[in-house]
């Protein structure tokens, strides 16, 4: 009776110290998940960083150096700012105006550098995002990454 004893706790402890290894991993794997690490949806198409601004959709816009980038207000209150592709040829800005919690808003923003000289090339940089907080007066800059293909 005393060797059963053992054994059954030799096997709770060994499904304790597992459970609690597999958990750990699954709660580190959704968190990358929420942080865009792991993107399903386009193949070569992505983003990271950005905050309160969050990037919902970009893309080339054939014919030109320009790039239609899609957000989303998630500071929870009205703003209003510049989003600009810094690049040491230059940097391209277009300002937005005053949006709403939750509201979507669409830039459109030309690359001082050659990003998409022919098709199947791809475009990889950062974009500053610098907007006000329309209750607080606060300004607030946020840097993120965009890449995708031509």
């Not at 580190?28 to 950005?50: D, E, H, I, P, S």
């Not at 703003?79 to 919690?101: E, H, K, L």
């Not at 098709?119 to 990454?145: C, L, M, P, Q």
């Amino acid at each position: 009776m005393r060797k059963l004893d053992k054994k059954g706790q030799g096997a709770m402890e060994y499904l304790m110290t597992y459970g609690w290894a597999i958990m750990v991993v699954m709660i580190v794997g959704v968190v990358l998940w929420q942080m865009g690490v792991f993107k399903l949806g386009q193949a070569g198409k992505g983003q990271t960083g950005f905050g309160q601004m969050k990037v919902i959709d970009h893309s080339y816009v054939s014919g030109g150096n320009t790039f239609d980038v899609v957000f989303m207000n998630g500071a929870g209150v009205t703003v209003n700012g510049t989003c600009v592709i810094d690049r040491s040829g230059g940097a391209s800005s277009q300002s937005f105006g005053f949006v709403a919690p939750g509201d979507k808003f669409k830039v459109t923003l030309t690359s001082p550098s050659t990003e998409c000289p022919s098709s199947g090339a791809s475009y990889d940089f950062y974009i500053n995002v610098t907007w006000t907080n329309s209750v607080t007066g606060i300004a607030h800059k946020e840097t993120g990454r965009i890449w995708g293909t031509c």
